[in-house]
Nanobody, 125 residues
Framework: QVQLVESGGGFVQPGGSLRLSCAAS????????MGWFRQAVGKEREFVAS????????NYADSVLGRFAISRDIAKNTLYLQMNGLKSEDTGVYYC??????????????????WGQGTQVTVSS
């Protein structure tokens, strides 16, 4: 089993920044890609970003490209999401997840096998 714990969410004004972290424990996820998804109230969970098993080949949703950066520290078994230039439409619960692939090709929820509990991000003036 894998446990994922997200942290770093909070309230921020438009244009601000946050850095999310996702600590993995339990069975190793070092051989798997990982990703971030988000879910706004009343909407489906959507893909935000993914990265491969050694922290290369980041992939981003068009809506966050150029503003967000995904990275991972293999030694610390931790995934990160640096979010800059935040907008109100970025508001939602952010989830980290373990991909079923070494290099994630899916942007769908079912392409990921383990999920964290989520951390709330609210962008508002």
């Amino acid at each position: 089993q894998v446990q994922l714990v997200e942290s770093g969410g909070g309230f921020v004004q438009p244009g601000g920044s946050l850095r999310l972290s996702c600590a993995a424990s339990g069975d190793t996820v070092r051989g798997n890609g990982m990703g971030w998804f988000r879910q706004a109230v009343g909407k489906e969970r959507e893909f935000v970003a993914s990265i491969n098993w050694i922290g290369r080949y980041p992939n981003y949703a068009d809506s966050v490209l150029g503003r967000f950066a995904i990275s991972r520290d293999i030694a610390k078994n931790t995934l990160y999401l640096q979010m800059n230039g935040l907008k109100s439409e970025d508001t939602g619960v952010y989830y980290c997840a373990v991909s079923r692939e070494m290099r994630p090709s899916s942007v769908q929820v079912d392409g990921y096998s383990y999920w964290g509990q989520g951390t709330q991000v609210t962008v508002s003036s």
